[in-house]
């Protein structure tokens, strides 16, 4: 669908400026005329344009309240408004850089291209369909031990040379392409220097030794904690 169809068909949740916004990204050449639907979410819809994946934020008819505690919790933002919008476009900016952060230090996540307002463009992953869920095809992974340690490498990269804590790391913010795995959704990760960063880390070591459980590897907490360099 073309991008205007796209917003007149969500236009109760994207306001006039989403489209604007879209209309400088295609003027900008960051997306194409063209989107279609890959995800919708409570907060954001993800759609397709070509090879890129644009993750659009609701700016209507969904509470942010759930998020300021997020954005309060990294002390890299100082001072944002905290008007409806004020808090997505500070939501959109910290996943960008988050994302950019992560990218850099070599994680396994989509390049991440541009942001702009509520707007994200990154790289899409998959081919004509979008890459699964790693919780939706975990149990038909053949070589389970190998993807687990490969998951355990991308957070040890995340943790230890981006300095973030993911802080939402579970099988449902990883995607699996051609026996690789993908980091998503990083919009809440905080730098481990942070006072809330324990709290984000204990949740993330639990989602992975969940992970490890459904791929029957064998490994607990202590362990998990020695191989990822944080004891
Ligand atoms: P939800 O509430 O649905 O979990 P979310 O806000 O958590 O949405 P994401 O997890 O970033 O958003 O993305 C939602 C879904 O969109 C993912 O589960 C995945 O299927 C798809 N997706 C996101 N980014 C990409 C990408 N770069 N390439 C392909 N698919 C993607
Ligand atoms: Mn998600």
Redo the contacts with the bound molecule.
């Keep these: 669908m073309r991008y205007r169809e796209i917003w007149k068909t969500y236009s109760k949740v994207f306001d006039i400026t989403t489209l604007n916004v879209l209309e400088e990204l295609k003027e900008d050449r960051f997306i194409s005329e063209d989107l279609s639907v890959?995800?919708e979410?409570?907060?954001?819809i993800?759609f397709r344009s070509g090879n890129r994946?644009v993750?659009i934020y609701k700016v209507m008819g969904v509470s942010y309240k759930g998020q300021l505690k997020y954005l309060e919790a990294d002390p890299r933002i100082r001072s944002f408004p905290r008007t409806q919008i004020g808090i997505i476009y500070t939501w959109v900016k910290k996943e960008f850089k988050n994302l950019r952060r992560m990218f850099k230090s070599l994680v396994s996540v989509?390049a991440p291209y541009v942001y702009k307002k509520n707007v994200l463009v990154?790289?899409?992953?998959?081919d004509e369909e979008?890459?699964p869920?790693l919780h939706d095809i975990i149990d038909k992974i053949e070589d389970k031990e190998r993807v687990f340690y490969d998951i355990i490498e991308e957070y040890k990269k995340i943790y230890n040379k981006a300095g973030l804590v993911h802080g939402d790391f579970s099988d449902?913010?990883l995607?699996y392409y051609r026996n690789k795995v993908y980091v998503?959704?990083v919009s809440q990760a905080i730098p481990s220097y942070s006072p809330a960063a324990f709290t984000y880390l204990e949740k993330d070591l639990e989602n992975i030794l969940n992970i490890a459980n459904r791929m029957k590897v064998k490994i607990d907490r202590l362990e998990l904690m020695r191989i990822l360099n944080i004891l």
């Design positions: 890959i995800s979410g409570k907060e954001a993800v994946a993750k989509p990154m790289e899409f992953i998959g979008p890459a869920v449902y913010n995607l998503i959704d």
